[in-house]
């Protein structure tokens, strides 16, 4: 079955330090997303990418954020300037078309960051 | 706010048992949700999704859904070791069913 594939497995960063996770959408689809979840905590929706343009993006999702997606493989979501607060697991995700009922979320494995 | 609440457990179910788990969400307009299950450290799989109101069977899973109480249930019957986990109840919003609000999960242990 295809995947969506991340890298790397684990971050390490000193805090004020900028990371680029790095996320490999399945090929055919569409629409991309970042998730996060804190240790012990909900997973939390970051933001939704399509037609190479955010659609959708919540509160989380301020200015020390972005999201990129450089060439055709690719989709990578940047912290400028973390915080000790942004330690958690991240998952990109990636969907076909999910206006299309029974359309399917394909979660990758997930980056965990660490803030030090 | 949009919130999906679940109790967190954990819930204990023996081997072969139903496990029943339950959720309410706040967004009437919420039209999509879903039942993911996560082992602790990996990411969320999606086992069920249920949009229309009633039952929906797939396996030994069976999703409920009630729109008017605003409320989604998970049964598991013949409940395995290997059924374990913690389990997400998530619901859309916004333009897009990929845009998910999530509980925060409920564990299930099944014991042997």
């Known amino acids: 079955e295809p995947e969506v594939t991340q890298t790397p497995s684990h971050q390490v960063t000193q805090m004020g330090q900028e990371v680029i996770l790095r996320c490999v959408p399945i090929?055919?689809?569409?629409?991309f997303y970042w998730y996060r979840q804190i240790l012990g905590q909900k997973v939390e929706f970051l933001v939704s990418?399509?037609?190479?343009?955010?659609?959708?993006k919540s509160e989380i999702f301020d200015d020390q954020f972005s999201v990129e997606r450089p060439d055709g493989s690719n989709f990578t979501l940047k912290i400028r300037s973390t915080k000790l607060e942004d330690s958690a697991m991240y998952f990109c995700?990636?969907?076909?078309?999910?206006?299309?009922?029974?359309?399917?979320?394909?979660f990758g494995s997930g980056t965990q960051l660490s803030v030090l | 706010q949009k919130e999906v609440e679940q109790n967190s457990g954990p819930l204990s179910v023996p081997e072969g048992a139903i496990a029943s788990l339950n959720c309410t969400y706040s967004?009437?307009?919420?039209?999509?949700f879903f039942w993911y299950r996560q082992y602790s450290g990996k990411s969320p799989e999606l086992i069920m999704s249920?949009?229309?109101?009633g039952d929906k069977e797939d396996g030994r899973f069976t999703a409920q859904l009630n729109k008017a109480s605003q409320y989604v249930s998970l049964l598991i019957r013949d409940s395995q070791p290997s059924d374990s986990a913690t389990y997400l109840c998530?619901?859309?919003?916004?333009?897009?069913?990929?845009?998910?609000?999530f509980g925060k999960g409920t564990k299930l242990s099944v014991k042997p």
């Open positions: 995700a990636s969907s076909p078309n999910p206006g299309e009922p029974n359309e399917k979320l394909f």
């Open positions: 090929s055919n689809h569409l629409y």
């Open positions: 249920i949009y229309s109101n």
């Open positions: 990418f399509y037609n190479n343009e955010i659609s959708e």
């Open positions: 967004d009437r307009g919420s039209q999509s």
């Open positions: 998530a619901a859309s919003y916004g333009g897009s069913q990929g845009n998910l609000i």
